[in-house]
């Protein structure tokens, strides 16, 4: 059953399906209803990216050392935030991985956001987004690792402490590093679309207005859900450029 | 003089056996176990891991009391804890809605 178009994603599939149909093609995806090539969660996407790419041009024009206004303390908050958890996490020279763990804590954020606004859906709600993010973090930690150590000394981490214990050590690490991205994939999306959900079935249940408690709620998620993300990507890039010592 | 009575009891109950006898002949298809498998598998990953994060959150309020000085380590390893342990009754639920 095709899913209803969000009223963003209807103005889209009307002027630009062409690029669509040809990003699709190109990659080789087959497209099932050529009237509607975007999909709700790739205009939603979208529509965060957008933002973000309005949002930071204007807080680094607002930047002031003398007289910083409301928006860039809050910014200045917000890093010192990411600093101090990144530190914690077992980075002792934090700044060239900030800018990821910062993208990634506001690239989850307003999408999570995004599903409460009533006639938009959260990007995140779909498996896709979320995976995308958790292969970049995959691919991000490691090749963190592999700056840091060397692409030999990377892979001969997997081998664990003692060499006699490295045919068993390999196959668990493999596998518990591949289940990294699946359970951050599953995580995130998993509750996005339980928050959903439970608003729809309390929507089928009783007033209009009962699900906007849910709602309230899902912010609460939402920011716990952005703030592990970010958290265990920080673990995950700890673990790999830590220095046995 | 209890076993008895229990043995007594089930004779009673399947001496009337013959009722599945008249809903298979109006009724044929086979029962759908798939929403009684999702709703017992949900039950437990949602009972067993409200039993964990009680576990944890009881674990870190004790240590914060104890020492409150390291009220924000903590509280960090609380939070993450909690959407870890939160993590593993959503993997239930992911199933029950891909099967």
Redesign the interface.
């Known amino acids: 059953m095709p899913e209803h178009d969000l009223w963003l994603t209807a103005i889209f599939n009307h002027f630009i399906p062409g690029i669509a149909l040809w990003i699709q093609n190109m990659v080789g995806i087959k497209v099932e209803d050529p009237a509607h090539p975007w999909a709700n969660w790739a205009v939603m996407e979208l529509l965060v990216f957008a933002f973000m790419l309005v949002l930071f041009p204007i807080l680094r024009a607002r930047l002031s050392v003398e007289n910083p206004g409301v928006f860039q303390q809050t910014f200045e908050v917000f890093h010192q935030f990411l600093y101090s958890q990144t530190e914690e996490a077992g980075i002792h020279h934090p700044s060239p991985y900030i800018p990821f763990f910062g993208t990634l804590f506001i690239f989850v954020l307003f999408a999570g956001l995004l599903g409460l606004i009533p006639t938009f859906e959260a990007p995140t709600m779909r498996p896709m987004v979320p995976c995308g993010c958790a292969i970049a973090t995959f691919l991000f930690y490691n090749l963190a690792g592999v700056r840091e150590h060397g692409l030999g000394k990377y892979l001969l981490h997997f081998a664990g402490p003692m060499p006699w214990l490295a045919p068993l050590m390999i196959p668990i690490e493999f596998i518990s590093h591949l289940a990294r991205p699946l359970s951050l994939t599953i995580r995130l999306f998993a509750n996005m679309y339980a928050g959903e959900q439970v608003t729809m079935a309390f929507l089928g249940l009783t007033y209009f207005i009962l699900p906007a408690v849910f709602m309230g709620l899902h912010v609460f998620v939402v920011f716990l859900q952005a703030y592990i993300f970010a958290l265990l990507a920080m673990i995950y890039v700890g673990g790999a450029v830590a220095h046995p010592d | 003089m209890k076993l008895k009575l229990f043995l007594l009891l089930a004779a009673i109950l399947l001496l009337a056996s013959p009722i599945w006898a008249a809903d298979a002949a109006n009724n044929p298809a086979p029962t759908n176990w798939k929403p009684v498998g999702a709703a017992i598998g949900m039950a437990i990953a949602s009972g067993l891991c409200g039993l964990g994060q009680g576990r944890a959150v009881a674990g870190a309020t004790e240590a914060m009391a104890r020492n409150p000085g390291a009220l924000n380590?903590i509280r960090?390893a609380l939070?993450?804890g909690l959407?870890l342990i939160e993590?593993l009754a959503?993997?239930t639920?992911?199933i029950i809605?891909t099967i």
């Open positions: 380590g960090g939070i993450l959407v993590s959503l993997y639920l992911v809605y």
